[in-house]
């Protein structure tokens, strides 16, 4: 397969509702949208750093003016780089014609960036090329104003290969294989398709070309151009685009996998990848920013009128659980406490492993994303803690000294920050070849805190690859002389691909694949391996496989494959015991009740195309390719 694009993103817009001038007499710039847009995107930097782009229309200016800008950036500091070249832009502008300062309709026509309505992109390639070709949003240009298009995802097809079949079967000749673009030629070509047909009924009317063109604008119908791009779209997405003359959607997978949230009101609306940033940028209570239902797009048409409107039938809800746990911001309110109770909920494992000896336990975790699932733990050693002395006083029959007393009561978790991240880089997604070297000097450790008869425990969000523990957590912690580490994960094994936007492609990099095949050769059932391999192929023409490579965990216990995990981790000079605590999937799903996607852990895809994927992710693995499964 070709260098395709599948990443995490997160994506931004925002529609003025008003004119300019409303915003300058209200907020002080008719640059409102422009501040908001990066608000917006900078807020969303965890949602990528590796390319930031940004588009914005102007409404009804006059022929051959520019309506439509563009800028893109895979710069260090993407973001930042977009913005600063829109404001030297506008400055520039503003300096060669100081008379036009508050001349706001002039501005409009005449200022690059300014516009009506902005669309804007922060991306994650992680793998094949990072080139600023690959940067969204794309565009797709025409000199029809209602046939242009800019599309920016947060998505992933797991079936692009046939989706760029089907366009080849249109007639059309893709000038290059990527997701994004087969994806705005299928809405662009059902686009042209819309245009012709008003056109035609406009002209049976005696409507002349000129004339048609504001009314084709105005009938255009955005669900139906969707529900027939979409028809054979298999992935998660969260899919934003703009077309020339005004109008704008958002459509969200029919299982609501990738995510979206809007806020509108009169002046303004807004969509973005994460609920809290549209929160914080536009000052807004929880309760008034909606998710975008699945399988639904959010419509806004040229004319302001907002809707949300069904594009194809729902699957089961299955937003991803991933989301919550490791990918998001965690400043939002249920993502806060969702990662809280993934803590809380995993702390017995943890008790059981230190035999209930908090006071030889220092508590710890990794960071970043773990640290709010250490505040969830410490909560539940202090809740046990709490307990255990109310025993002992109860015990103690009021025969206690007031000097046994404060002993007792001054008794707490030893909560340390021990691992110090250097970097300010998401390690999990860079790029596969050099993320070892990164991930080895990304942490240092505080020293003087544990002593050699404590236990460590340190909590991360998530063990995927286990590169992280092993080049790096594991070593530096030993060196601290514990006399064992407990190393918790927030999460359940990740023992299948994703397929739906977070990036974990090839099932043998991942530390509980490896483990498991240990186990199987240990146990003499390596030939679990060829069995499944045939079924995988066989299943390779099915429509609706089933997942076959959940036979090679079959046999064995979580807890079997966690002490596996913990014996490859091991590496050689380790000196302390090393033991690996992971998230149950029951857990889990107690601590994230509305978000029940979880195919990375069970194997259960919610899509046939997810099938597909880890059926041939393990056919990769079994044939020695170290390509990606989609
Ligand atoms: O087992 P591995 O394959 O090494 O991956 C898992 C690690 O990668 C992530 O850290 P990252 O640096 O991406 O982000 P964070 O600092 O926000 O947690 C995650 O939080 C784990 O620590």
Request: charged share 25%; with cysteine.
């Amino acid at each position: 397969m070709s260098d395709a694009l599948q990443h995490e993103c997160g994506i931004a817009l925002v529609r003025l509702l008003k004119p300019l001038q409303y915003y300058k007499d209200k907020y002080g710039t008719a640059f409102y949208g422009i501040n908001k847009m990066y608000l917006l995107m900078e807020k969303q930097h965890n949602r990528g750093q590796d390319g930031a782009g940004f588009a914005s229309i102007k409404f009804d200016v006059e022929p051959g003016a520019r309506y439509i800008s563009r800028v893109r950036s895979n710069d260090q500091q993407p973001i930042q780089d977009v913005f600063a070249k829109i404001n030297s832009r506008l400055n520039g502008v503003l300096q060669e014609y100081p008379e036009r300062a508050n001349d706001l309709d002039w501005q409009l026509s005449n200022m690059p960036y300014l516009g009506n309505i902005y669309l804007g992109h922060v991306r994650y390639g992680t793998f094949g090329k990072n080139s600023i070709e690959s940067v969204h949003p794309f565009l797709r240009q025409n000199n029809w104003k209602h046939k242009n298009l800019i599309v920016a995802g947060n998505f992933n097809m797991t079936n692009s290969g046939e989706l760029l079949k089907e366009l080849i079967e249109l007639g059309q000749h893709p000038k290059e294989y990527t997701d994004t673009v087969t994806v705005m030629e299928k809405i662009g070509h059902f686009l042209d398709d819309e245009v012709l047909d008003l056109y035609y009924k406009f002209k049976q009317k005696g409507i002349s070309k000129k004339q048609a063109s504001p009314l084709i604008a105005k009938e255009l119908n955005i669900q139906k151009i969707l529900t027939r791009a979409s028809k054979n779209w298999d992935g998660g997405y969260a899919m934003a685009g703009m077309i020339g003359h005004g109008d704008a959607f958002v459509l969200r997978d029919p299982a609501g996998i990738r995510p979206a949230y809007y806020y509108a009101d009169e002046e303004v609306v807004v969509v973005a990848s994460e609920r809290p940033v549209i929160q914080t940028v536009f000052n807004v209570d929880i309760d008034e920013v909606k998710e975008i239902e699945r399988a639904h797009a959010l419509i806004i048409k040229k004319d302001g009128e907002v809707s949300m409107q069904q594009i194809m039938e729902q699957l089961p809800k299955k937003s991803c659980s991933f989301e919550r746990i490791y990918f998001s911001r965690g400043s939002d309110a249920s993502i806060y406490q969702e990662r809280k109770m993934l803590g809380k909920y995993i702390f017995p494992k943890v008790l059981e492993s230190i035999d209930n000896d908090i006071s030889n336990s220092v508590f710890s975790y990794i960071p970043n994303t773990a640290e709010t699932s250490f505040y969830g733990m410490t909560e539940a050693a202090e809740e046990y803690l709490n307990e255990h002395k109310l025993q002992t006083i109860l015990k103690g029959n009021k025969n206690i000294s007031a000097q046994k007393l404060t002993e007792i009561l001054s008794e707490r978790p030893r909560i340390e920050k021990i691992a110090i991240k250097d970097a300010k880089l998401r390690t999990f997604i860079t790029d596969d070849n050099s993320r070892d070297d990164l991930v080895a000097h990304v942490y240092d450790v505080t020293y003087g805190v544990v002593k050699p008869t404590d236990n460590l425990v340190i909590i991360d969000d998530s063990i995927v690859r286990g590169t992280t523990l092993k080049k790096s957590i594991i070593k530096i912690l030993d060196r601290l002389n514990p006399k064992k580490i407990i190393v918790v994960s927030s999460a359940p094994q990740i023992r299948y691909p994703d397929c739906y936007g977070i990036d974990m492609a090839r099932i043998d990099e991942f530390i509980a694949f490896k483990a498991t095949l240990e186990l199987l050769k240990d146990a003499g059932k390596y030939h679990i391996v060829d069995e499944v391999y045939l079924k995988c192929k066989k299943s390779l023409d099915q429509d609706h496989p089933e997942n076959h490579v959940k036979e090679i965990y079959a046999p064995f216990t979580p807890e079997q494959i966690s002490d596996k995990i913990a014996e490859l981790l091991k590496t050689e000079n380790i000196k302390a015991e090393v033991k690996i605590i992971f998230q149950s999937i029951e857990n889990l799903h107690r601590a994230c009740p509305n978000d029940t996607g979880d195919w990375y852990f069970t194997g259960d895809f919610p899509t046939p195309g997810g099938m597909k994927v880890v059926n041939r992710a393990f056919m990769n693995f079994y044939e020695g390719k170290s390509e990606r499964a989609y």
